[in-house]
């Protein structure tokens, strides 16, 4: 079993920055992949990032690329999600998620485990 925190969302303007961390419980932190997703107000449930477990990989949705940045500290247990040059439809809640294995996974249904999600609001 491994438990999921998500912590540090709030509100930003459009433009900002944001960094999102994601503590993982448990010994085996390394072997999990990682991922991000985030849902807005009627929306579905959409993938951002992944990174795989060594963090020598990563993937992120077009929607991101080259504002958002995963990276990981496994002596730590924790995974980070470095946003940058928000937009309003960034707005969503944003969930840590979690599966065993080696290469990065985009669907939500690969993944085993999920935190409870963390608000990030970007004012225009």
């Known amino acids: 079993q491994v438990q999921l925190v998500e912590s540090g969302g709030g509100l930003v303007q459009a433009g900002g920055s944001l960094r999102l961390s994601c503590a993982a419980s448990?010994?085996?932190?390394?072997?999990?992949?990682m991922g991000w997703f985030r849902q807005a107000p009627g929306k579905e449930r959409e993938f951002v990032a992944s990174?795989?477990?060594?963090?020598?990989?990563?993937t992120n949705t077009d929607s991101v690329k080259g504002r958002f940045t995963l990276s990981r500290d496994n002596a730590k247990n924790t995974v980070f999600l470095q946003m940058n040059s928000r937009k309003p439809e960034d707005t969503a809640v944003y969930y840590c998620?979690?599966?065993?294995?080696?290469?990065?996974?985009?669907?939500?249904?690969?993944?085993?485990?999920w935190g409870q999600g963390t608000q990030v609001t970007v004012s225009s």
């Open positions: 998620a979690a599966v065993s294995g080696i290469t990065v996974r985009v669907a939500a249904r690969q993944y085993d485990y």
């Open positions: 448990g010994r085996t932190f390394s072997t999990y992949v």
């Open positions: 990174i795989s477990r060594s963090g020598s990989s990563t």
